[in-house]
Each structure stands twice: as structure tokens, then as C-alpha cells.
């Protein structure tokens, strides 16, 4: 299973999307760990996982004001 952590980049099945973990869940319909995740188009999704989700290396072109902002929160509290 993949892992995240809180201030991972992600990308969502289908490339279409670039996300920030933010915070680490527990699906509670069945018990799954998962996360929430802050999306470069203003989006909060809730228990995103290794399914709907994997890892990103994110390009300078592909930071937007958005992911900035929240990055920054996550960093810098």
C-alpha cells in the first residue's frame, strides 16, 4: 500500500490534477487509511488514497498561487 505524508505532492489517477496532503485520515466505513488532500484548483477532497492518488514531482510551471499559499501553511504554521 502507498503511504503519504502531510506535505507530500500528489498527482490524481489521470494526471488531471496536483495536490498537497494535508492531512492523514481514517475512512471510517471501512477503516482504511486515507488522506485529505488540498488540490491546485482551490478542492478539498477527504480520503484520497494509493488508488485515486500517487506520488508527484512537482515542475516550477505546475505551482500555483493556490498550492503555494497552502504549502506555505503546512511548512511554515
Same mark, same amino acid.
Given at each position: 500500500?502507498?503511504?503519504?505524508?502531510? &506535505? @507530500?505532492?500528489?498527482?490524481? #489517477?489521470?494526471?488531471?490534477?496536483? &495536490? $498537497?496532503?494535508?492531512?492523514?485520515?481514517?475512512? &471510517? +466505513?471501512?477503516?482504511?487509511?486515507?488522506?485529505?488532500?488540498?488540490?491546485?484548483? &482551490? @478542492?478539498?477532497?477527504?480520503?484520497? @488514497?494509493?488508488? +485515486?492518488? +500517487?506520488?508527484? %514531482?512537482? =515542475?516550477?510551471? %505546475?505551482?500555483?498561487?493556490?498550492? $503555494? =499559499? =497552502?504549502?506555505? #501553511? $503546512? $511548512?511554515?504554521?
Amino acid at each position: 500500500m502507498t503511504t503519504f505524508e502531510i &506535505g @507530500d505532492i500528489v498527482v490524481s #489517477d489521470g494526471a488531471r490534477f496536483i &495536490g $498537497i496532503v494535508i492531512e492523514e485520515t481514517v475512512n &471510517g +466505513s471501512e477503516a482504511r487509511q486515507s488522506w485529505r488532500v488540498f488540490w491546485n484548483d &482551490g @478542492d478539498t477532497t477527504h480520503y484520497e @488514497d494509493g488508488e +485515486s492518488m +500517487s506520488h508527484h %514531482q512537482i =515542475k516550477p510551471e %505546475q505551482w500555483t498561487n493556490r498550492l $503555494i =499559499k =497552502k504549502y506555505m #501553511d $503546512i $511548512i511554515c504554521p
